[in-house]
């Protein structure tokens, strides 16, 4: 759901589909607008988990990507690859990559640009296994605030394939192939306080922490949906 002018019933709306789908997350807010006063729309056993919003415009980040990009070398015979509506045997791969990396994966409406436009990078081994991957959506509304940012993220390496900058490729790769297709121009990524590789990650695809805005996530539970 995205509204541009929230009205009384919006609450209620939205409280309905996050009890449907067991999270609700809020990007790029202040502070003060999120947080504990958007919990007291929920009812007891919901928590929210306070992630660092991080923001670039296509002039810095691009070409911070295309450096990135040409200083990480794929072992022979790895391929990476970008789709626009990945194939539903794809989709599970990815899925089933981010499960096994602690992210929690996006739905296949997602992936295939039903809900909105979008972009996946996938990348290989020289067997065919799906080592990395990457997402880039325009979640947001188009007259909103945030109506020319994609969201970008959801980034997983599978264990074996740490330590080869793999997921800095793929971050960097799905930002610039996703540019031309989806027509942004800023990028949004959110990420936890206490993940420093990960804001690395991010930081070197030339995106900023923003410190007036957070990005909340609200679930039932304790359990974090992404690192």
Same mark, same amino acid.
């Given at each position: 759901m995205s509204t541009r002018r929230p009205t009384p019933d919006t609450w209620?709306?939205?409280r309905a589909i996050a009890e449907e789908d067991g999270f609700l997350c809020l990007?790029?807010?202040a502070p003060e607008r999120s947080g504990e006063a958007v919990l007291q729309e929920f009812p007891p056993g919901w928590q929210y988990h306070r992630c660092d919003a991080f923001l670039g415009r296509a002039e810095?980040? !691009?070409? &911070?990507c295309e450096w990135v990009i040409a200083s990480v070398t794929l072992p022979a015979g790895w391929t990476a690859m970008s789709s626009g509506a990945p194939t539903?045997?794809?989709?599970?791969e990815v899925q089933t990559l981010c499960h096994a990396s602690g992210v929690s994966?996006?739905?296949?409406h997602a992936m295939t640009g039903e809900l909105a436009p979008a972009r996946t990078i996938l990348i290989r081994d020289d067997v065919g296994q !799906?080592? &990395?991957?990457?997402y880039a959506g325009m979640f947001f509304h188009p007259a909103g605030r945030l109506g020319k940012t994609t969201f970008a993220g959801l980034v997983c390496v599978a264990d074996e394939a740490r330590g080869k900058a793999l997921g800095k490729l793929a971050n960097a790769l799905v930002l610039r192939d996703s540019q031309g297709p989806l027509g942004w121009t800023q990028v949004t990524e959110f990420v936890a306080p206490d993940n420093a590789p990960s804001r690395a990650m991010i930081a070197a695809c030339g995106l900023s922490h923003d410190g007036g805005h957070v990005t909340d996530i609200f679930s039932i539970?304790?359990?974090?949906?992404?690192?």
């Open positions: 209620p709306l939205a990007p790029v807010m810095d980040v !691009l070409p &911070a539903e045997a794809e989709i599970d994966p996006n739905p296949a !799906l080592m &990395a991957s990457a539970g304790s359990e974090r949906l992404t690192r």
